[in-house]
């Protein structure tokens, strides 16, 4: 059973820091595709920033450009999603997701089968 677990969410003050931690289990090591989204009420939700365990490739939201950084520690099948320089639109719920078995290349938002529960991040003014 895939089990995508979030932690690190929390208020901040913008400009501040934040680092969120997806610790995966319940799959294979093999090529995935892991993800950061986030959502806030009325809106659809965004993806934020990618990463493929295969290459070790990432991409990002241009809203997270420069400023995030999504990393993964292999030992312990954990993703980070480090967020710098915090804004209060940055405000959201956060989710991890996996889509298995997939290179990040050939994935669509909506092909993400496996996600957390979501954590929480608020950035105050």
């Known amino acids: 059973q895939v089990q995508l677990v979030e932690s690190g969410g929390g208020s901040v003050q913008a400009g501040g820091s934040l680092r969120l931690s997806c610790a995966a289990s319940?799959?294979?090591?093999?090529?995935?595709?892991m993800a950061w989204f986030r959502q806030v009420p009325v809106k659809e939700r965004e993806v934020v920033a990618t990463?493929?365990?295969?290459?070790?490739?990432?991409s990002y939201a241009d809203s997270a450009k420069g400023r995030f950084t999504i990393s993964r520690d292999s030992a312990k099948n954990t993703v980070y999603l480090q967020m710098n320089s915090l804004k209060p639109e940055d405000s959201a719920m956060y989710y991890c997701?996996?889509?298995?078995?997939?290179?990040?290349?050939?994935?669509?938002?909506?092909?993400?089968?496996?996600w957390g529960q979501g954590t929480q991040v608020t950035v105050s003014s």
């Open positions: 997701a996996a889509a298995l078995y997939r290179a990040c290349h050939w994935v669509r938002p909506r092909e993400f089968g496996d």
């Open positions: 990463i493929d365990t295969g290459d070790g490739d990432t």
């Open positions: 319940g799959y294979a090591d093999s090529r995935h595709c």
